[in-house]
């Protein structure tokens, strides 16, 4: 029975890696559809686009492994049904639970792995997702400088260049800063270039000239051979990454502290995401549970199990959808986050009824589908 069980094991795991496999390639292909701006609007390297990407996925993939679960076991449990191999088994002497056995088993694994990518690797990803997108964002270079457009960087502070080459060096620049009471100043140069001096970074121009109005209306013009502004004062504008829910440790999420006013006023929300957290991985396995009772759970049926497997998947689709529904309305309710789990354990608990519960045999006899 061991090596059947083994057997039935594998037969379910190459489907299953292959679902997660394709949905999160659309999962990819998503997520750089998205991130393409980072490529093209902010001018960074293939390394930082990649990175966002992969960051990106953790949280995916959760979300993944359900579905992925759900189209696996439909495609496995049928070929094996509809080639005689459950009947095999039946025939051995197993029972329908040792025959559905290997198959919870796969989804009790998923579902560990699903556990720690929610609880500890989503986090983790996200709060790096969070800072390079904040370093991306406070990308000097990308932010100030966009060849053929103004930018506006900070507050009163207008910046456009014709033109950037491969090494750095910025060609006709125009910057415009306003000082205050309808004053500013103009700087057009001929090329420039963003460095570091004592630790500090700096705008360099050369060859340019500086057009400023005195208080009495005089235009007060001055040609330089290099001119430097100091940009300490846009690195100290407000660029600290704030964290979402998404984006903290359970500890943070169960354990708010509510010496901060905003955790004071969201705790019903992060209690309702650590719930949330927890609950996940049950999909996984009502999602399993769900297959295995679309084929094994009637009869069988030489035409196939279409319309079974399109209620299944409606059912699928309404108990996620309701999760996600519950989740939201406990935010306000700490008190119903039970209610989260409650979703995926009644899926499971139709798919055992389906699977496990009392059917009458045509001479009106009462016995239990997990007999054989």
């Not at 393409?36 to 949280?59: C, H």
């Not at 993944?64 to 191999?85: D, M, S």
């Not at 991985?281 to 295995?292: H, N």
Request: one cysteine or more; charged letters at 15%; aromatic letters at 8%.
């Amino acid at each position: 029975m061991k090596l059947i069980g083994r057997y039935l094991f594998r037969q379910m795991l190459g489907p299953t890696l292959l679902a997660t496999a394709a949905l999160s390639g659309v999962a990819i292909l998503s997520q750089s559809l998205s991130a393409l701006g980072v490529l093209v609007d902010q001018r960074q390297s293939l390394t930082v686009f990649a990175k966002i990407i992969v960051l990106a996925m953790p949280q995916l993939i959760v979300l993944i492994l359900p579905v992925a679960i759900l189209i696996a076991a439909l495609v496995a449990i049928n070929r094996l049904h509809t080639e005689q191999e459950i009947v095999i088994c039946y025939a051995a002497g197993m029972s329908r639970w040792q025959v559905v056995a290997p198959a919870i088993r796969l989804a009790a694994i998923m579902a560990l792995i699903s556990l720690v990518i929610t609880l500890w690797v989503q986090p983790w990803s996200y709060r790096a997702l969070r800072d390079t997108l904040e370093a991306v964002r406070t990308d000097l270079a990308a932010t100030m400088i966009r060849p053929g457009a103004f930018t506006h960087p900070a507050p009163g502070l207008t910046v456009y260049a014709q033109s950037v080459d491969d090494d750095g060096t910025i060609h006709n620049l125009f910057v415009n800063r306003d000082v205050g009471k309808g004053r500013g100043i103009t700087i057009t140069a001929r090329e420039g270039r963003l460095e570091k001096r004592g630790g500090a970074p700096v705008l360099v121009l050369r060859n340019g000239a500086n057009q400023e109005f005195s208080n009495v209306g005089v235009l007060n013009y001055l040609s330089f051979d290099e001119y430097v502004i100091d940009l300490r004062p846009l690195m100290a504008l407000d660029r600290t990454a704030r964290y979402k829910l998404s984006d903290r440790y359970p500890h943070e999420l169960f354990f708010p502290d509510t010496s901060q006013a905003w955790e004071r006023a969201n705790i019903g929300k992060m209690l309702a995401e650590g719930h949330s957290r927890l609950a996940e991985p049950l999909y996984v396995i009502a999602f399993m549970a769900m297959a295995a009772a679309t084929v094994l759970g009637g009869p069988f049926r030489r035409q196939g199990y279409g319309l079974r497997i399109a209620v299944v998947a409606g059912v699928a689709i309404v108990a996620r959808a309701l999760g996600f529904a519950v989740q939201a309305a406990v935010g306000d309710h700490p008190a119903l986050n039970f209610t989260q789990y409650l979703v995926p354990v009644m899926a499971m608990a139709l798919a055992a009824l389906v699977l496990f519960g009392a059917r009458r045999t045509k001479r009106g006899r009462v016995v239990l589908r997990g007999a054989t």
